[in-house]
């Protein structure tokens, strides 16, 4: 069976509007009919825009929030009704949430996490010492949590997730408020515990580094619905269709006209076509370009995941666009 | 065994992490523990007020009702310092920390309760603990061994039944999430009329006390059977004895409310 079974799962809530006697009770479908799978050792994305129901769905799975509907089987635990079993196989982090001791130094929040999971003390000794060597949080280890810098607290915040070694990681922007060494530190801290004992990690993140660098497999959220179920590459070509080809012309000129393409940005001799793969290809372009004016040099962009969303997004917020895509 | 044991030891130890925290700044809280100390003794100067006009309040003489306030206060108390917390559980609600709560592989409610210990709630078991001294050495009971041991057992029975009222009353703050004050006027409110002979009250009152929201139990029904007086009300004598009986019950409501309740938890910030 699979480490996350989600069917048919909903969430709708009753939302009372207005004030006085003209209150009217609205119920908002927060989650409308989610349905998927995430097999053990696997780094799935969950994105969306806010409001779309991705914390929500997150909250059912950790068994936070009781679903209205469906069903979901996490380590082959019901949530909602076995939420303590689950909670000792599975690691959270909230990116607002403080789950340690503000006011008590951060090894001693680890010690009490300890008793809490009833983690035996030997093994304890050894997930700290591997969490600790490689987040490096030796120096601030006996400093009072309330001391700590934002990216010192998540890093410790990260550790506390994992000192229980849960099978399944649900990360809520794990890197937020991170310097960029540090966020590489946890990069390769999640990839090294995914290969070496099999650690599932469910991640969602507006940093789309994180998602590039981390996950095999991306679920794209909106309304409520699941829009994208797949790999990265595939989302790139569903919604990434626009590739851009960077032009070094011998010499400044105005944007170039040409066929199935146009130009988005000129800074002196380069220029920046944008071109859609159903209309035409970065062969044919570069002969067109050619063509017009002598080329001295050229590369062709990739979308990258931060246009693919952003075109998600836009076509969400539109109406049904994306979801007419499900695959 | 096991689970239970190991819960208390776990509480213990949590508690002990809250002191150390407090202990950080001594000043103050030896000043908090002391305030709470004397601000209690304004409690029983107020019961002491009545008898300097009166020399019987509802048939009950200064030493037996120096034994009622003192055995409820003392139940109030130990339940004030062990779960008094329970306070911050609509601010807990509110900003959504309670989610965190609920992905740790422990009880909610014992979470909560631990999420702090105010050490310096021990001034108010000070307290009540000397007005119990006073009604000891000055009342004049023959203490046969069921006297004893209903004394004994009723004080953890007091403090069960307000632990179980006061739970059940903050449950509100799931479908409210603001709500302390009803809770407040419940459990604070509970403890006042627990302090003074019920027959006192208007009848409508004693009922809601007595079998409602069963303050009656804390310590005016023991009492009655502690002191040997008939009840005034002519209930029958089992009732006088049936406390831990009446903790235990409050205790599995509460309980069931408590669970229901936290089903209904919606979790700020969608």
Request: include cysteine.
């Amino acid at each position: 069976m699979a480490l996350v079974d989600v069917q048919d799962l909903r969430k709708e809530f009753v939302v009372r509007r207005g004030s006085g006697l003209r209150r009217e009770r609205v119920v908002v479908r927060a989650v409308d009919g989610i349905t998927f799978a995430i097999e053990s050792g696997s780094i799935v994305g969950y994105i969306g825009p806010n409001g779309a129901g991705k914390s929500t769905t997150v909250k059912m799975l950790t068994g936070i929030l009781v679903p209205s509907g469906g069903r979901v089987s996490v380590a082959g635990f019901v949530p909602s009704k076995q939420r303590t079993k689950l909670a000792a196989r599975i690691g959270v982090m909230f990116g607002q949430r403080v789950q340690l001791w503000w006011d008590l130094p951060l090894i001693e929040s680890f010690e009490l996490l300890r008793h809490i999971y009833r983690v035996p003390a030997e093994r304890f000794r050894q997930n700290l010492d591997m969490l600790g060597a490689a987040l490096e949080l030796g120096p601030f280890l006996r400093t009072p949590v309330r001391q700590l810098s934002l990216g010192q607290r998540i890093r410790g915040e990260l550790t506390a997730a994992m000192l229980h070694e849960p099978d399944i990681l649900f990360l809520d922007e794990p890197t937020i408020g991170l310097d960029v060494v540090a966020r590489q530190r946890v990069r390769e801290l999640l990839l090294r515990a995914n290969r070496e004992r099999g650690l599932t990690v469910l991640l969602t993140s507006h940093d789309l580094v994180d998602i590039e660098r981390l996950c095999s497999r991306i679920l794209v959220i909106d309304h409520g619905h699941l829009v994208y179920d797949g790999g990265l590459e595939t989302l790139k070509e569903r919604y990434g269709t626009e590739r851009v080809l960077v032009v070094d012309l011998e010499e400044p000129r105005p944007p170039l006209d040409v066929e199935g393409a146009r130009v988005i940005k000129v800074d002196g001799p380069r220029q920046w076509i944008a071109f859609e793969r159903e209309r035409t290809n970065a062969a044919r372009l570069t002969a067109q370009v050619a063509a017009l004016a002598p080329l001295r040099d050229l590369t062709l962009q990739e979308p990258d995941i931060e246009d693919v969303v952003r075109r998600i997004y836009a076509e969400g917020a539109t109406g049904s666009a994306g979801r007419s895509s499900t695959a | 065994m096991g689970e239970p044991l190991e819960s208390a030891g776990l509480f213990l130890r949590l508690s002990a992490a809250r002191i150390r925290a407090q202990l950080q700044y001594r000043t103050s809280f030896a000043l908090q523990t002391v305030g709470m100390f004397l601000i209690s003794f304004l409690d029983f100067a107020a019961i002491l007020v009545i008898f300097a006009n009166v020399p019987q309040l509802g048939g009950w003489s200064v030493s037996e009702v120096a034994l009622l306030y003192a055995i409820s206060s003392l139940a109030f108390s130990l339940t004030d310092l062990a779960i008094g917390h329970l306070d911050y559980l609509p601010q807990l609600i509110r900003d959504g920390s309670f989610d965190l709560l609920l992905v740790r592989p422990r009880g909610t409610l014992f979470q909560v309760v631990t999420q702090d210990f105010q050490i310096r709630r021990i001034g108010k078991v000070a307290q009540s603990l000397m007005v119990l001294g006073y009604a000891l050495a000055t009342l004049d009971v023959i203490w046969t061994p069921d006297r004893v041991a209903l004394l004994i057992a009723t004080i953890p029975a007091g403090a069960l039944i307000f632990a179980s009222i006061w739970v059940a009353a903050i449950c509100i703050v799931f479908w409210t999430t603001e709500g302390n004050e009803a809770a407040n006027a419940v459990t604070y409110g509970g403890t006042f009329f627990a302090q003074y002979p019920i027959n006192i009250y208007d009848r409508w009152l004693r009922r809601f006390l007595a079998y409602l929201i069963p303050t009656a139990f804390v310590a005016y029904f023991p009492c009655l059977y502690i002191l040997g007086k008939a009840d005034p009300l002519g209930l029958p004598v089992w009732l006088q004895v049936s406390s831990p009986l009446v903790a235990l019950a409050a205790a599995l409501a509460a309980g069931l409310i408590w669970r229901t309740a936290v089903r209904h938890y919606q979790s700020a910030g969608g």
